[in-house]
């Protein structure tokens, strides 16, 4: 999400001022120095110190001990905030050293629609004299800070059609697929919304099928109608979730739906968000690889980043809650790059879509606007694309009682047992690369009794936070229900990828396969570098996996006569196997082979549609462990 502001407490010795704290504070703005902000020093209400930073965008003033003190801080353009520093018990101790706090102080910019104002009623940090001999900071409070910062989805009553006696304006996301099994629609199709022979309004589905259209009043006589330019026979029509499908035959050149208010409201959808992913790519004129195990940051139209996600071993980072029509920037911190390189950005297909060109306040962008365009809908993923890790530590009343060897149940929405672990000694346990759930709960086995002795349950997220502490029931099973305000503490979201399971979860590979659209140019064995991208996701696989051996298997379409087509497919797999050795993959645990169109994952002949006749053609890898 943000940058959470970094604390170093260095402590002095030698001839030191006794109970004396000199704080030094780095004044800064979307990750640039402020030179234009002020401070005052408050101690029981009064004013006992003032100033402003210097050029380098630094504030520097002393206290003593036995006070506490508020400092508030502002800046024209700014947010005003403030923070706390607790140092009269310090004096009570009979501290005799020089402490020294040394923090960033991020300020934000005042009108920031994604800013929660009132969150800044409260300290953004304080720091507390630690009981021996230096000043430290809540973590927990910053934490909680932070996350209150960002303003919350409103959840208004779904019920409500009218409101003041007038229509509500709504906005209904569908999805439009070629078949009703199939977990993705169709991709750029416009949708075309009528009432009564006017056009009413108008969407381009993004790759997932995905259309949204805004400020559509709930009432009957409506007709949802698509163009059949590709020649489909069916066209299916569902919500975001793949329910309430609804199925419509080709009527001439288009596909209508007839839609009253009950069918409408199924496709109403008014706090509808995007999530969306990618894959990064560092490259140098000698060198190019994943830009792996770093932070990606989404920025908001003014530069204030919103969130973070670290990308994994392939690159890939995945960002949800995107608010449609919003403009962002998807960056990294140019020291985390590779000196003089050039950051790509690829969907979850491996197509290029941008490179990360604009550079700005320590930066490298690129602009997104979450609305129909080229960018934007390549980027954009559904839920039975994404995975998730869920991570806690669990502490019986306090943190000096990990609880280890405890039994913890993942459970979905319906209270079905998706997986279980065990906590290790520290009292963490982690789910690994489980199916995406927008809701979950957490179950913790007390056969033995063992959490009897405590009178709370305090969980910990990943980022060591403080998420919620929650009372025991003696003798019976914890069940923890995690909110939607929680989730974002305790689950990390990563883009489906069956490469990926294979190296994080060192899944079983007997017989294992995995299918990929690895495009070539027309009619020749040569690879794409959006096939290269693909490959060299598993070179780094088996790469990593020595003893997995597979074989490389090569389809086409129908299009051409037999011979030719499987003499090309096996030029295909052969060409396929040499990237692979070339990148590191030992060519004793690769077989190639080439079928042509002798196993067609359709029967449309030569009837298909552009559409099927590219499902038909594809590489298959089959892993043997």
Not at 247 to 263: H, I, P, R
Request: proline letters at 2%.
């Amino acid at each position: 999400m943000l940058k959470q502001f970094c604390l170093c407490i260095l402590l002095f010795f030698g001839s030191p001022f006794w109970g004396q704290i000199n704080l030094v504070g780095y004044c800064k703005k979307n990750n640039v120095s402020l030179k234009t902000a002020n401070f005052q020093v408050f101690s029981e209400n009064s004013l006992i110190a003032s100033g402003r930073t210097n050029a380098k965008g630094v504030i520097k003033f002393e206290l003593q001990t036995g006070k506490d003190y508020t400092v508030k801080l502002n800046e024209p353009s700014s947010i005003p905030m403030f923070f706390e520093v607790r140092a009269k018990n310090a004096s009570v101790a009979g501290v005799t050293t020089q402490m020294k706090i040394e923090t960033d102080i991020p300020f934000f910019y005042k009108y920031d629609e994604d800013i929660d104002i009132k969150a800044f009623d409260k300290p953004f940090a304080v720091f507390y004299f630690d009981g021996k001999d230096r000043m430290t900071s809540d973590t927990a409070l910053s934490g909680l800070f932070y996350r209150n910062m960002f303003k919350k989805p409103i959840k208004l009553n779904d019920s409500l059609a009218n409101v003041g006696g007038s229509k509500k304006l709504i906005k209904i996301a569908g999805v439009i697929k070629s078949d009703s099994k199939l977990k993705n629609g169709i991709g750029n199709l416009k949708v075309q919304l009528f009432k009564e022979g006017s056009l009413i309004s108008s969407a381009v589905t993004n790759r997932n099928g995905v259309f949204l259209m805004k400020g559509i009043e709930l009432e009957s006589g409506y007709e949802l109608k698509i163009k059949n330019d590709n020649n489909y026979r069916k066209l299916w029509l569902s919500d975001e979730d793949g329910l309430s499908l609804n199925e419509a035959a080709a009527n001439g050149s288009e596909f209508v739906w007839s839609l009253d208010s009950n069918k409408l409201s199924k496709i109403w959808n008014e706090y509808f968000t995007y999530s969306l992913g990618g894959k990064l790519i560092q490259s140098t004129n000698t060198k190019k690889e994943f830009f792996s195990n770093k932070t990606v940051w989404l920025l908001n139209k003014n530069y204030t980043a919103i969130k973070k996600a670290k990308t994994n071993v392939f690159g890939a980072f995945v960002f949800d809650d995107i608010q449609p029509g919003s403009i962002y920037y998807v960056s990294v911190m140019n020291n985390d790059c590779l000196p003089m390189c050039r950051i790509d950005l690829l969907n979850k297909d491996d197509k290029f879509i941008t490179v990360l060109d604009t550079t700005f306040n320590g930066y490298s962008s690129s602009k997104l606007v979450a609305d129909n365009n080229f960018k934007f809908d390549n980027l954009t993923l559904n839920n039975s694309e994404l995975k998730m890790n869920v991570k806690a530590t669990l502490y019986g009343d306090n943190i000096k009682n990990p609880i280890g060897k405890l039994k913890v149940l993942l459970l979905n929405d319906n209270y079905l047992v998706i997986d279980s672990t065990v906590t290790d000694d520290f009292g963490t346990f982690k789910f690994k690369y489980l199916p995406f759930l927008k809701k979950f709960f957490l179950s913790m086995e007390n056969k033995e009794k063992e959490l009897d002795v405590f009178q709370n349950i305090v969980v910990y997220g990943d980022d060591k936070n403080l998420v919620k502490v929650l009372t025991v029931e003696k003798s019976r099973r914890f069940n923890y229900k995690v909110i939607s305000s929680e989730m974002q503490k305790l689950r990390e979201i990563e883009m489906e990828d069956p490469w990926l399971e294979i190296t994080v979860k060192n899944a079983k590979t007997d017989k294992t396969l995995i299918i990929e659209n690895i495009l070539f140019e027309r009619n020749k064995s040569s690879l794409t570098p959006q096939a290269m991208a693909v490959l060299n996701k598993v070179a780094y696989t088996l790469s990593q996996n020595i003893k997995i051996t597979v074989q490389i298997i090569a389809h086409t379409d129908c299009i051409g006569t037999e011979e030719s087509n499987l003499k090309l497919s096996n030029a295909r797999a052969t060409e396929v196997k040499k990237y692979l050795i070339a990148n590191g993959v030992l060519e004793s645990n690769m077989s190639s082979l080439g079928l042509g169109e002798s196993k067609p994952l359709n029967n449309c002949g030569e009837n298909c549609t552009e559409a099927e006749h590219a499902l038909n053609r594809r590489v298959e890898f089959i892993l043997n462990k």
